[in-house]
């Protein structure tokens, strides 16, 4: 691929991205509809997913900045319905999308529709999760759909293989795939578990912030190589790196977390952008070599995997949630009570993403009908996109799930700072008392001060608001924190146009006044 081709991708894309922002349709759906326009535009290249691309290079930066910025004390404690859907509810699509792909369409062998199925079978969360947070569902239900989106890939790769073989006719049988299935689900944790301990030690050892996020981006490469290296699952190795690395981040340094939160989200952004735009593109290539399948055929075959799709999840989610608690008393006294509607949200939140798109691409072309696995996956891709996309944010509402509770949030992050302050305050009377740390009662005061500010900050959100503007006072304060530092920005740069600084004294000046606006950006922020 060309440089220019590249960079208009990715300039496209993060154009859309961001003007998705000022619209109430989700940015995956937008990109993927301007990836659909751009299509048939003349002059725009075709993109083309090459699975060697996508797998090894794409997939693991996604699945590490995911992984990182999920709970894992909150995946533990589901780990039972995030298990049953990643794992179980994966080889059940795939069993049930491949027999019925076999049923429908003439001519499909049965290991090929099964290499169908598990092509489809992994939903993407990437989409669901993002309207999740943002229209506030609660937090085990958004859990469970990162929880599911962390695995599910791993599981589908290697019913994919498993399928392939028998596709072939170079299979093992059934023990040779759930021998294929251990080892790649057990090797992946296995190196996962190897790695992330020295890992976190050498982030621990280096000073240097630049070093630590240059290692922070190779991270997931070297998980994922390694894994796959040793045939085991790549992404079980990144996804247990990372969740040890995010419950761990707290022992980094600060100036390597606040840029390595700053590089990681650009990361993000642009990869989770290109990714869906890549998916709208690829209509003129699924399309060409259809052949036999053209036409109302096709449009037929398509529909009926789509359906299947979305049923055979409904058909897994129901059961699952709700036969485990009707067997088991334990599992009824630890987790909370629930009732039909979060299942039906769960069911619905099914999107299929690139994963399904590279895999499918990924499939050799001596396979027979392959390019109609192609077709039927894109199809699938965009229908649960667009439909399940555009209907999830209406269900949700029409449903009026539980809402987070943001006061008893900001009482209890309180509380939680009242606390550390308290253990602060001792702490720094009992380093004031020490001669080697003597302070001018001007500084020791502005340390309590800072503390006192830091510790009445939440509580102020809970207080009244400005009746002019809206603003809670921590929101005022924080705004006029902003206005005076802008007010010394523009006079050091001032001077340094006036030639009474050099522009190193101007960068030192303005680096101390942007960590002083994070800091008191941050101080509040919920």
């Known amino acids: ?77 589901n780990i039972r319905p995030i298990a049953l859907l990643s794992v179980g509810y994966v080889l059940f699509a795939t069993l049930a999308v491949g027999y019925a792909a076999y049923l429908v369409v003439p001519g499909l062998s049965l290991p090929v529709a099964l290499v169908l199925g598990a092509v489809v ?10 309207i999740a947070r943002k229209l506030g569902l609660p937090n085990r239900i958004t859990t469970i759909l990162q929880g599911e989106s962390l695995v599910n890939d ?11 073989a028998a596709a072939v006719g170079v299979s093992a049988g059934w023990a040779g795939g759930i021998a294929e299935f251990l080892l790649a689900s057990v090797g992946g944790v296995g190196v996962g578990l190897l790695l992330m301990v020295p890992i976190h030690h050498l982030r621990t050892r280096l000073k240097e912030p630049l070093l630590q996020n240059t290692l922070s981006l190779l991270i997931p490469f070297v998980a994922y190589a ?57 209509l003129p290539v699924v399309l060409k070599g259809l052949g036999e399948y053209e036409g109302l055929a096709a449009a037929w075959y398509a529909l009926a995997v789509f359906l299947m799709v979305v049923v055979a999840r409904y058909l897994w989610v129901f059961p699952a949630t709700f036969v485990p608690r009707w067997l088991s008393e334990r599992i009824r006294r630890r987790e909370p009570e629930t009732d039909w509607k979060a299942p039906v949200v769960v069911g619905w939140a099914g999107m299929r993403g690139v994963v399904s798109l590279a895999i499918a691409f990924s499939v050799p072309m001596s396979v027979p009908h392959r390019n109609l696995i192609l077709f039927l996956t894109f199809t699938t891709v965009i229908g649960t996109l667009v439909v399940q996309g555009l209907t999830l944010p209406p269900l949700i509402r029409a449903l009026r799930l539980p809402q ?46 800072v503390l006192e500010r830091r510790r009445n900050a939440v509580w102020e959100r809970l207080g009244e608001v400005n009746p002019v503007t809206g603003e809670s006072a921590d ?23 006036r030639r009474r600084i050099d522009d190193e004294m101007l960068r030192a000046l303005l680096r101390r006044l942007d960590l002083e606006e994070a800091a008191a950006y941050r101080e509040g922020t919920p």
């Not at 937008?30 to 326009?37: E, I, M, N, S, Y």
């Not at 791993?154 to 392939?164: G, N, P």
């Open 475 to 497: 929101d005022v304060y924080r705004r006029l924190s902003r206005e005076m530092i802008a007010a010394e920005r523009e006079v050091f740069v001032s001077l340094r146009d």
């Open 404 to 449: 987070r509770d943001l006061h008893a949030e900001t009482l209890a992050e309180a509380q939680a700072q009242s606390e550390a302050s308290r253990a602060a305050e001792e702490r720094l009377a009992e380093l004031l008392e020490d001669p080697a740390n003597g302070l001018p009662p001007p500084l020791a005061d502005r340390l309590r001060t």
């Open 226 to 282: 390694a894994a796959e290296r040793v045939h085991a699952s790549g992404v079980l190795a990144v996804v247990v790196v990372a969740l040890y690395l995010g419950h761990r981040n707290w022992q980094v340094d600060f100036a390597t977390r606040l840029q390595e939160e700053a590089v990681w989200r650009m990361v993000a952004f642009v990869l989770e952008s290109v990714v869906f735009a890549l998916i709208g593109l690829q």
């Open 154 to 164: 791993a599981t589908a790769i290697t019913a994919y293989k498993v399928a392939l």
């Open 121 to 130: 079978a992994p939903p993407d969360a990437v989409a669901a999760t993002a």
């Open 1 to 77: 691929m060309e440089v220019l081709t590249l960079v208009a991708l990715v300039a496209g894309s993060a154009a859309v991205a961001g003007l998705a922002r000022r619209t109430p349709v989700p940015a995956p759906l937008l990109l993927v509809a301007a990836g659909l326009a751009a299509a048939y535009v003349p002059g725009v290249p075709t993109y083309a997913l090459d699975p060697h691309i996508v797998l090894p290079l794409l997939l693991p930066p996604l699945l590490h900045t995911a992984a990182v910025d999920s709970s894992y004390l909150d995946l533990r404690a």
